[in-house]
C-alpha cells in the first residue's frame, strides 16, 4: 500500500485539487477472479471502517486484450461520426485510445442531434471473448454473495492502457449534493509490467482520494466532537524559570 502528495496534470473543480493526497493498494502476482474479489472487498472495508453512508459499488469487465481490440475497434467507428463535436483530448483519443473517450469529463453529456453521444455507445459486453465473459461472471457472482450494493455499468472503464477484464469504482449514491461523487476505483492491468519491462506479471489495485474521502465524512457529519485537545506538562528547573512556567501553565490553560 501506499499513501502521500500526489499532483494530477488537468483542470480542478471541486473535490479534484492540483495537489491531493492518495491511499492506494496493490497486488502482483499470480490473478484470479477471488484475488479480484479480495481486492474490492478491502476497499469496501475501508469505507465502511470509516463510517461513510450511502457507498455503491460500480464494476465491470473491459475485457481481455482480445476483447480490447475488438471494442476499441468498434468505439472508433461509432465516434467518428461525433468526433468534431468533442473536446481537443478526445479527438486525440479517438486514434490512441478510444476507451477513454467514455471517461471523459467535459463530453460526458454530450447531445448531438439528440443522441446521447455516451449513452448510445457500444457496450463491452458485446465484444467480450468467451473467456473474458466467464471471469467477470465469477467476479460478480463472488461480489454478490458478500451482499456488497453493486451495480454493473458497461460505460465504466478505466482510461490507461495497461487494464484489462475487472475494473470497478465505489461512488456515493443519495439524494443530496454528494449523489454520484466518486470515492475511488480500480482495477485489474494484466499487461502493465509486460509492458514496461517484459515480465508477464499481472496485478490488481485502486487508489482513492484522501482530501475527497475528509470532505465526504465532514459533509455526514462523521468526525462527531472531535476538538483539537492536547496534554501539555511544564516542567521548570529554578525560582526564575517556575515563574515563568507559570504564566505560561495559565496561557495554556486559557487557551483549553
Do not use: H
Not at 467518428?80 to 479517438?94: H, L
Not at 461523487?181 to 490488481?204: C, E, Q, R, T
Amino acid at each position: 500500500f501506499y499513501f502521500g502528495p500526489m499532483f494530477r496534470y488537468e483542470q480542478p473543480q471541486t473535490g479534484r485539487y492540483r495537489e491531493f493526497r492518495q491511499f492506494g493498494v496493490e497486488v502482483y502476482g499470480n490473478g484470479s477472479y477471488l484475488l479480484d474479489c479480495d481486492v474490492i472487498m478491502s476497499a469496501y472495508a475501508v469505507f465502511k471502517k470509516l463510517g461513510l453512508k450511502n457507498i455503491k459499488l460500480k464494476i465491470n469487465s473491459i475485457g481481455n486484450l482480445e476483447s480490447r481490440k475488438l471494442y476499441s475497434n468498434a468505439l472508433k467507428e461509432y465516434f467518428s461520426k461525433y468526433i468534431d463535436k468533442m473536446c481537443p483530448d478526445c479527438q486525440r483519443r479517438i486514434n490512441t485510445n478510444p476507451m477513454r473517450i467514455l471517461d471523459c469529463k467535459t463530453d460526458r453529456g454530450l447531445v448531438v442531434d439528440n443522441i446521447e453521444i455516451m449513452k448510445n455507445a457500444p457496450k463491452i459486453n458485446e465484444y467480450l471473448t468467451d473467456e473474458a465473459r466467464e471471469y467477470f461472471n465469477d467476479v460478480v457472482n463472488t461480489i454478490d454473495s458478500f451482499n456488497i450494493p453493486y451495480e454493473v455499468d458497461y460505460n465504466l472503464v478505466r482510461g490507461l492502457d495497461y487494464y484489462t477484464d475487472t475494473v470497478f469504482e465505489f461512488i456515493i449514491e443519495s439524494d443530496d449534493e454528494l449523489n454520484g461523487l466518486a470515492l475511488g476505483g480500480g482495477g485489474k492491468y494484466a499487461d502493465m509490467i509486460k509492458s514496461m519491462i517484459g515480465i508477464d506479471v499481472p496485478g490488481i489495485g485502486y487508489a482513492m482520494g484522501v482530501d475527497r474521502l475528509i470532505s465526504v465524512m465532514e459533509a455526514q457529519d462523521l468526525f462527531g466532537d472531535v476538538e483539537p485537545k492536547v496534554d501539555a506538562v511544564v516542567i521548570a528547573l529554578d525560582k526564575e524559570s517556575k515563574r515563568y512556567g507559570l504564566d505560561l501553565a495559565i496561557k495554556l490553560r486559557e487557551a483549553g
